[in-house]
T-cell receptor
Framework: GNSVTQMEGPVTLSEEAFLTINCTYTATGYPSLFWYVQYPGEGLQLLLKATKADDKGSNKGFEATYRKETTSFHLEKGSVQVSDSAVYFCAPPADEKLTFGTGTRLTIIP | DGGITQSPKYLFRKEGQNVTLSCEQNLNHDAMYWYRQDPGQGLRLIYYSQIVNDFQKGDIAEGYSVSREKKESFPLTVTSAQKNPTAFYLC?????????????????FGPGTRLTVL
């Protein structure tokens, strides 16, 4: 079946630092790929998505490129802010249901 | 406003009691899902439903039950058979564009219910 491997956390960065959270997956076919974000005490929200190979999803300064050749969908942001502190989940689909990564807790310190 | 609601936000129950968590959506989505989240862990799928009156077990269905009598509603019952029910429960929904799997589309999540069994 499909699976996802996400960079372990927690990750702590200073404000304005560069962020990369790695995500690799195995999947049959060419699925859509998603990054979700969860703020403390809340449900998940879609952060960005890519629906085909070489597609780049972007939102709120975050970007991720669907790399079919390396089966990766790494999340990046050039300059993080304190408000980006949250848990980030990579999610490639698996048949009828999404497979979520374990999540990466990100803390940004001023 | 369209969205998913879960109630209550916090729920306390005594050990051995069944409890039902509510999930309602007005997004006209066909597919709905229940996940469990434990501290420091990712999401684990309990049950999902692609259409009214039909549902499938996820990865950790033991000790849980669901129903899907209406498109808008997908309640989850945590039974006394669930050995460790204290957790954060998340409901989600998505559109279902046949023949694509529902997971090809974004899932919309509710705010969650934190269940504590005393």
């Amino acid at each position: 079946g499909n699976s996802v491997t996400q960079m372990e956390g927690p990750v702590t960065l200073s404000e304005e630092a560069f962020l990369t959270i790695n995500c690799t997956y195995t999947a049959t076919g060419y699925p859509s790929l998603f990054w979700y974000v969860q703020y403390p005490g809340e449900g998940l929200q879609l952060l960005l998505k890519a629906t085909k190979a070489d597609d780049k999803g972007s939102n709120k300064g975050f970007e991720a490129t669907y790399r079919k050749e390396t089966t990766s969908f790494h999340l990046e942001k050039g300059s993080v802010q304190v408000s980006d502190s949250a848990v980030y989940f990579c999610a490639p689909p698996a048949d009828e249901k999404l497979t979520f990564g374990t999540g990466t807790r990100l803390t940004i310190i001023p | 406003d369209g969205g998913i609601t879960q109630s209550p936000k916090y729920l306390f129950r005594k050990e051995g009691q069944n409890v039902t968590l509510s999930c309602e959506q007005n997004l006209n989505h066909d597919a709905m899902y229940w996940y469990r989240q434990d501290p420091g862990q990712g999401l684990r799928l309990i049950y999902y439903s692609q259409i009214v009156n039909d549902f499938q077990k996820g990865d950790i269905a033991e000790g849980y039950s669901v129903s899907r009598e209406k498109k808008e509603s997908f309640p989850l019952t945590v039974t006394s058979a669930q050995k460790n029910p204290t957790a954060f429960y998340l409901c989600a929904s998505s559109i279902h564009q046949i023949p694509l799997a529902p997971s090809y589309n974004e899932q919309f999540f509710g705010p969650g219910t934190r269940l504590t069994v005393l």
